[in-house]
């Protein structure tokens, strides 16, 4: 058995606060289990979770992967894992894991799901231990009655009622601690696990009525009125879709009628999505969110029932496509408070796609690799933007204590930034800019991006400049001490794992090619050093970082002003890839 170090624990209130808190959740477990336990299901239950079949199976092969370590323990149960972390052992709690082992669905997975679930319940069903949280139990009850008919399976009457008991248990619980947990999407976990199992079992149908009253005040509160949420992070934005849709599904299917709020916020966030989504189908990568499981988001989009799009900035990220390409960048202040406990120094940054095959990208979240491997990938010099040498448009603050775990709120934020975007002759234009660096270096940071109306070509500028007398002087005492080499900065395009790039004409340009055999190529005005340098690609769900590769332009502002002009063109497909440019992994109009 081996484990690897890193990582911590979901956002939990901190010193006395936590933990009278976690005393009255257990105060409330436990009297909850002397209450009259439910008979059984008011209907059938039907999955609706979508797992991931790779991460079952990891589970399947004693590789247990959660909250940034990995803990390898082949034929151990899951509770009999050393626990290195809160947020490892929170993970468990929740169950998610469920979905993973349903993905596989043979023999073996259904088993291994039964043993733990019922394990649970043996060890924890009597209101004790670190699950009894309102986020993680909602979480967690979903999963349970979304895969009750596998987990029922071959059971003799005194299992079932030892889970119809526990499932009883858990619902009277949440319906007396949901107000605890932390708004945002602990809460809504919280609340749809509330209403779903208020409708799916008998006795608990008192719970709907309330539960249906509380999502819609959180929606009207945590929703804006573009369809964001305060951490602006994308796949994060994808669950609260997910959880919203699922109870407006059960609560439909039961012939009750969601609260006006929760379906608005359905009707909000569907274009929002839509908008962060790239032409491959996968949501563009920020602020410690993902691509999203497969399927999860089409899903989550058939399932809202809205099919437009939203024009201009989708909280915060705009959006260019044409042709085949399509470009998502981060152009709004980045989160502030404790929205930011997980958010990245990304302002400016891109990401590219080209078809069905991502090209510029950013590493990502490092959540799953550990606590280093999480604040790394939040560094501005982990995004596809410029970043003065040493320096994120961002600065981490310290860390600060909540309950079991910690975050570093991001500090030292850019106050302005500003985007503006036209459709040119040329093609489609977006310029935006932050003053990050002002304080540091007197600096703004310009950039300017331009995408051909074929898709085939994206022009760059980017520009470090003093714009004000003030910046000036600031930028002359920075100056003062290395008058020879100036301010150095670079500009990263990371480069996704399955595109092979090199250098190319006598080191003057980076050929890249993707895996449909599309080749782009990548050119600079001469004004900076190119390098072709090695990078990792972060994503969850596998057990290491990927290897990768990133296009680098470095320069030293001397001056007030500093400019790079770059090209990423499409030089070349191959008949595999033009057969690939007439399909698509995902329907667009979803």
């Known amino acids: 058995m081996t484990r690897r170090q890193g990582g911590f624990?979901?956002?939990?209130?901190?010193?006395?606060?936590?933990?009278?808190?976690?005393?009255?959740?257990?105060?409330?477990?436990?009297?909850?289990?002397?209450?009259?336990?439910?008979?059984?299901?008011?209907?059938?239950?039907?999955?609706?979770?979508i797992g991931s079949f790779a991460r079952g199976r990891q589970l399947l092969n004693g590789n247990f992967l959660f909250a940034g370590f990995l803990i390898e323990g082949k034929g151990l149960s899951i509770w009999d894992l050393p626990m290195p972390d809160p947020g490892f052992e929170e993970a468990l709690h929740g169950a998610a894991w469920l979905d993973d082992l349903a993905a596989v669905g043979d023999r073996t997975a259904r088993t291994r799901a039964q043993d733990w679930v019922f394990d649970w319940i043996a060890r924890f069903g009597d209101g004790t231990g670190p699950?009894?949280?309102?986020?993680?139990?909602?979480?967690?009850?979903?999963?349970?009655?979304?895969?009750?008919?596998?987990?029922?399976?071959?059971?003799?009457?005194a299992q079932a009622q030892a889970f119809f008991l526990t499932l009883g248990q858990q619902t009277l619980f949440l319906a007396k601690r949901w107000k605890v947990a932390s708004p945002g999407l602990p809460r809504f976990e919280a609340l749809t696990g509330l209403v779903v199992a208020?409708?799916?079992?008998?006795?608990?149908?008192?719970?709907v009525r309330p539960a249906i009253a509380a999502l819609g005040r959180e929606c009207a509160r945590e929703i804006d009125a573009e369809g964001g949420i305060p951490t602006r992070n994308p796949e994060e934005l994808l669950e609260v879709l997910t959880l919203l849709t699922w109870a407006r599904q059960a609560l439909e299917e039961a012939g009750q009628r969601p609260d006006p709020a929760h379906l608005d916020a359905i009707t909000r966030i569907a274009p929002t999505l839509r908008a962060l989504r790239h032409s491959d189908g996968g949501l563009a990568r920020f602020h410690d969110g993902?691509?999203?499981?497969?399927?999860?988001?089409?899903?989550?989009?058939a399932a809202s029932g809205t099919r437009e799009m939203r024009a201009g900035r989708a909280m915060g990220f705009a959006r260019l496509h044409a042709g085949r390409a399509s470009l998502i960048a981060d152009a709004a202040p980045p989160p502030s408070g404790s929205a930011s406990a997980s958010a990245h120094?990304?302002?400016?940054?891109?990401?590219?796609?080209?078809?069905?095959?991502?090209?510029v990208v950013n590493c990502g979240s490092g959540a799953a690799y550990g606590r280093e491997w999480q604040r790394a990938g939040r560094a501005t010099a982990s995004h596809s933007t410029l970043a003065i040498n040493g320096y994120s448009s961002s600065r981490l603050g310290p860390e600060r204590a909540f309950g079991k775990g910690a975050r570093a709120y991001l500090d030292a934020v850019p106050k302005q930034v500003w985007a503006t975007t036209e459709t040119t002759p040329e093609g489609l234009h977006l310029a935006m800019g932050h003053d990050g660096y002002h304080v540091t270096h007197g600096m703004t940071h310009l950039r300017d991006l331009v995408l051909a109306p074929d898709g085939l070509t994206l022009n760059g500028r980017d520009t470090l400049g003093a714009m004000s007398a003030e910046d000036r002087r600031k930028f002359e005492e920075v100056l003062l001490a290395d008058p020879l080499h100036g301010v150095p900065f670079e500009i990263r395009f990371h480069l996704h794992p399955e595109a092979d790039a090199q250098i190319d004409m006598g080191g003057a340009a980076v050929s890249v090619a993707l895996k449909s055999g599309e080749l782009w190529l990548f050119r600079h005005d001469g004004v900076g050093e190119l390098s072709l340098e090695p990078s990792v690609y972060l994503e969850r769900g596998r057990l290491r970082p990927r290897a990768s590769q990133q296009i680098v332009l470095r320069a030293d502002?001397?001056?007030?002003?500093?400019?790079?002009?770059?090209?990423?063109?499409?030089?070349?497909?191959?008949?595999?890839?033009?057969?690939?440019?007439?399909?698509?992994?995902s329907d667009p109009d979803l």
């Open 9 to 49: 624990g979901d956002e939990r209130k901190g010193g006395l606060s936590a933990r009278a808190t976690t005393a009255r959740n257990a105060l409330t477990a436990r009297m909850a289990a002397r209450s009259r336990p439910p008979t059984g299901f008011t209907s059938q239950p039907e999955p609706r979770t």
């Open 131 to 157: 699950g009894w949280t309102p986020d993680l139990t909602g979480r967690r009850l979903i999963r349970w009655i979304n895969h009750a008919f596998t987990l029922l399976s071959g059971k003799d009457r």
């Open 198 to 207: 208020g409708l799916a079992l008998t006795g608990m149908e008192r719970h």
């Open 290 to 301: 993902g691509r999203g499981l497969p399927g999860r988001l089409d899903q989550a989009l």
């Open 345 to 359: 120094a990304s302002t400016l940054a891109f990401e590219m796609t080209s078809g069905r095959h991502p090209l």
């Open 557 to 585: 502002v001397l001056d007030y002003a500093c400019q790079i002009g770059w090209t990423l063109t499409h030089a070349q497909a191959t008949p595999s890839a033009r057969r690939a440019s007439d399909q698509t992994d």
